[in-house]
Every structure is written in structure tokens, then in C-alpha cells.
């Protein structure tokens, strides 16, 4: 059964940067459109940004300028580039298809943003 698996998370000061990852074991990226979500305690998992499979991105609003979508499919790779990180940033990032999750859900990379 394909897999996802999401890193590089990790606690950062406010205003500074960290790139995610998310490696499937299988061939996906080429074939679905793609996005990262994230997740508060006590709140819906939300869409943060995505990736089509001609490399349209999109993002919430909110976060546009932020952050960067991108993805590597000879590697099976998809990373999302976050600047200026503020601590409203704290969540759990999962990646997963758009705009339906087909996959299961990875363990996910815990985001923590504090002084």
C-alpha cells in the first residue's frame, strides 16, 4: 500500500524557515495533483497549498508570499518551502492528493513556532 511520509519539521523562532518534505513510496506526483494540509489540536485538518500535475500552484490565501509548493517526481518528492513563519504556523503538516485524499494519511511533521 503507497505511503507518505512527511519530515523536516521542528521548532523555529518566529520570522524564521523551514522546508518540508513529503516522499511517497510509489509514483503519484505525476499523476495526481497534490497539496499539504495542516492540523491544530481541536481543529479540521485545513488546505494550505497546491500542486497540479502541470505544476499549477495555489495557496490559502493567508499564506500566499510565504510559502512555496514544489515537487521533484523523478524523486517521488514533494516539499513545501516556509518562510516568515509565524507562531499561527503551529500545526501538524500532512501531504496528500487534491482535492480528494486518496492515500492514507502519513504520521504527519510536527511545525512548532515559538520564541
Known amino acids: 500500500q503507497l505511503q507518505l511520509v512527511e519530515s523536516g519539521g521542528g521548532l523555529v523562532q518566529p520570522g524564521g524557515s523551514l522546508r518540508l518534505s513529503c516522499a511517497a513510496s510509489?509514483?503519484?506526483?505525476?499523476?495526481?495533483?497534490m497539496a499539504w494540509y495542516r492540523q491544530v489540536p481541536g481543529k479540521q485538518r485545513e488546505l494550505v497549498a497546491t500542486i497540479t500535475t502541470g505544476g499549477t500552484t495555489n495557496y490559502q490565501t493567508s499564506l500566499k508570499g510565504r510559502f512555496t509548493i514544489s515537487r521533484d517526481n523523478a524523486k517521488n518528492t514533494m516539499y513545501l518551502q516556509m518562510n516568515s513563519l509565524k507562531p499561527e504556523d503551529t500545526a501538524v503538516f500532512y501531504c496528500n492528493a487534491y482535492p480528494k485524499p486518496l492515500y492514507p494519511w502519513g504520521q504527519g511533521t510536527q511545525v512548532t513556532v515559538s520564541s
Open positions: 510509489g509514483t503519484i506526483f505525476s499523476v495526481n495533483a
